[in-house]
Every structure is written in C-alpha cells, then in structure tokens.
C-alpha cells in the first residue's frame, strides 16, 4: 500500500522563539528550521510499515515556499521515496492545507496518510482531522502505536484516561503521538542518495481549492517572563514567606 506522510517545515524546538517587535508574528528570520517533531513520528512509522513489508511506497508532503525543500530532502534522507512541495506564498490555515492534502489524496490515492498530531509553530491540532472530514474517511488520532491487520488498522491512542485501543477500516487518516516510536537519524549515504531522489514542485492555487483566511491574528506576544525563584534559609523561613509574602496560608 501507499502511505502518504504530511510533513511541516517548523522552527526548530530547539530555538528560542523571538516574537517580532511590531506583534505581527514570530521572527523565522535566519531561525533554524526543521521537520515538527510529530512528523518525524509519521515518516518513521511509515518507514516501518515499509519494512515490514506492510507500506510498498512513501511520498512526503509538504505546503510550503521553495524553502521547505530542505524539509523534503530530510524526510527522503530518512527513506521517503519521493516527495511533492506544494508551493504557497503565503501560509494556508490547517483548513486550507487540508484542503490541499485531500487534492493530493484524490491525485495519490493512498491507503493511509500519516500527519503529526500538532505542528508546534501554531499548535493547531486540526489538520489531521479537517482532512479525515472532507475525505470522509476513518481517522485515529494521537496514534502511539499502530498495528495493521489485512485491511484495517489497530491503533491505540494515547487520551486522558489511558491508553484506547480502536480498529479502523483502510483508507484511513492516522496523526501521531511522540511516543508512537523514536525517528532515525539519517546516515551520510543516505543523505547522499536522497539529493537524486525526486521532488514533484506544485502551486498551491492550482488545485483550485479556496485558500482564503478565515481567522485574523490580533497579536502575537511573548510569553511573561517568570520572576526569579529565591533560596530559602530552612522550612520556617519558607513558612514564613508563604504566610507574610506570597499570602497563601
Ligand atoms: P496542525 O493542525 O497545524 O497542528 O498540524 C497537524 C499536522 O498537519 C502536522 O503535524 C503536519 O503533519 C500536517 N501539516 C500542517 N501544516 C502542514 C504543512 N504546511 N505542510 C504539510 N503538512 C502540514
């Protein structure tokens, strides 16, 4: 089977974000960027599922600008097999990207897409689902293991309450939890080999899906800074803070 891997160019987690002075946004302006960690998850599941014999074909995806081909060259290092850039200028919503993703799912037609849970630049946590909607398709998300069975798929989803195993007929959508597995490192053949492996570039406004915001960002802040912590001396000196300074016995 074919599995189609949504993966997002995002800012690296290690990177200390920088709001930018106007409030518009965050500042990406030479940032180290990466593919978000949850779809790291999704390439190395599918890569799995090709070693087992289970996937026969991995395409990465990506909806970006010309720079995200350095996301696709990382997942086709990690053992994609090709890889399509849907080119946008500006920035589609989760709605939008889904969108997008369900023309390449027509175009495509795989058994299973894999997207992260959440992209860690917006948090969104939509777009997984957005696309099971429009394809009205079977979906399990905050996938943190995944077992496939002929034509269904066993996935245990990590909630509040525990752990949920569900069962889920093919075609279907699955988005990851970190815990799903623990991505490869490519190795330097690897890298090599990925440079001559294809990138299909597409424009996004030719799909003719509508790509029009429907949310306006008011403001964008930084997170208050926290006030430094104190030492304290022994327990009543903290007793006695907590009683006379903070007001909390
Ligand atoms: P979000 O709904 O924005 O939190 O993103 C959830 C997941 O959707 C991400 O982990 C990706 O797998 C996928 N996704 C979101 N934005 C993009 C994008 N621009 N290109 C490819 N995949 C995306």
């Known amino acids: 089977m074919k599995v189609l891997v949504a993966v997002k160019r995002v800012v ?44 026969t ?22 053992g994609a097999d090709r890889a399509i850039l849907i080119n946008a200028e500006e920035a589609p919503e989760p709605l939008g990207i889904a969108k997008l993703l369900s023309k390449v799912v ?10 992260g849970k959440q992209a860690i630049d917006d948090d969104s946590n939509q777009t997984g689902q957005m696309l099971a909607a429009l394809l009205n398709w079977p979906q399990g998300t905050f996938a943190s293991k995944a077992e496939f069975e002929g034509d269904s798929v066993n996935l245990t989803r990590e909630t509040d309450a525990g752990l949920e195993t569900i069962k889920i007929n093919l075609p279907a959508i699955i988005t990851t939890d970190l815990r799903l597995n623990e ?46 912590g104190v030492i304290v001396a022994n327990a009543a000196e903290l007793i006695d803070k907590l009683k006379n300074e903070a007001g909390v016995l």
């Open 12 to 55: 690296d987690y290690n990177v200390r974000i920088r709001v930018k002075s106007d409030g518009s946004g965050v500042d990406t302006d030479n940032v180290v960027m990466s593919m978000n960690p949850f779809d790291e998850n999704g390439l190395e599941e599918a890569l799995r599922m090709k070693q087992a014999g289970v996937a």
């Open 57 to 78: 074909e991995i395409v990465a995806v990506t909806v970006g600008t010309e720079q995200s081909q350095d996301t696709l060259r990382s997942a086709l290092a990690m």
């Open 106 to 115: 027509e175009q495509e037609q795989p058994q299973v897409v894999i997207l």
């Open 183 to 228: 991505p490869r490192l490519p190795k330097l053949p690897d890298i090599m080999k990925a440079k001559k492996k294809p990138i299909d570039m597409v424009e996004a406004a030719s799909f003719g899906v509508d790509l029009t915001p429907r949310l306006e960002v008011v403001s964008v802040s930084a997170p208050e800074a926290r006030k430094p």
